[in-house]
């Protein structure tokens, strides 16, 4: 590992941002932000589990499925999936979440911090869109600050450029099921290991 940089070296390696860029934040949204939230149909969704460490998780959904509540509160609907249900565990123990809103060929960002609750209040859930048959919990986020990201990051990735995506046959690119069996038998070995 690495010896870490303080943070007197870090500004001595990059210098300050422009004003623009150290100044567009709020401890709210106002209109801008609220169209952009409302319109993305990707999120990653950050909290932090018992050990300490941030766990990201990816949530998607059709324009409007994160709900704007008011100017400091967004929620959105826990729908199914694997139930390994990570970030309703991590928030049962710790609020404190970070959110990225993306929106499919639109290359700028919006990004958020805030505290949060898992609820699975049956008003709560129906007042944001919700089926009870199909989602037994929702996610409200109370907004502590926001800020726009710029496009670099998703421009360096051609993410939205599909002629640059990769060919996922060349690379070998494994999909979920085989990285599943593989990372289960890799850590089986280990633990064989460590009890020999």
Not at 38 to 47: H, K, R
Not at 60 to 74: E, L, Q, T, Y
Not at 139 to 165: D, G, M, Y
Not at 171 to 188: C, G, K, Q, S, Y
Request: glycine share 6%; net charge negative.
């Amino acid at each position: 590992m690495q010896k870490p940089i303080s943070a007197e070296d870090i500004r001595k390696i990059y210098p300050e941002p422009k004003d623009l860029v150290r100044n567009a934040h709020a401890p709210c949204l106002e209109d801008s932000t609220q169209r952009f939230i409302s319109a993305s149909t990707f999120v990653l969704f950050s909290s932090i589990n018992s050990d300490g460490f941030i766990d990201i998780t990816p949530r998607g959904g059709p324009a409007g499925f994160i709900k704007v509540i008011d100017n400091k509160n967004i929620a959105f609907l826990n729908e199914m999936g694997n139930n390994k249900v990570h970030t309703l565990f991590n928030l049962s123990e710790n609020n404190k979440v970070g959110i990225m809103f993306i929106i499919p060929g639109v290359t700028d960002i919006v990004r958020a911090y805030g505290t949060a609750v898992a609820s699975s209040d049956e008003g709560f859930i129906e007042s944001i869109g919700g089926n009870l048959k199909r989602n037994k919990t929702a996610i409200q986020i109370e907004i502590v600050k926001v800020f726009p990201h710029c496009s670099t990051a998703l421009n360096r990735s051609s993410l939205w450029q599909q002629e640059k995506w990769p060919d996922t046959d060349v690379l070998n690119i494994p999909d979920v099921r085989e990285m599943a069996e593989a990372l289960t038998t890799h850590r089986v070995n280990l633990e064989s290991n460590d009890k020999g």
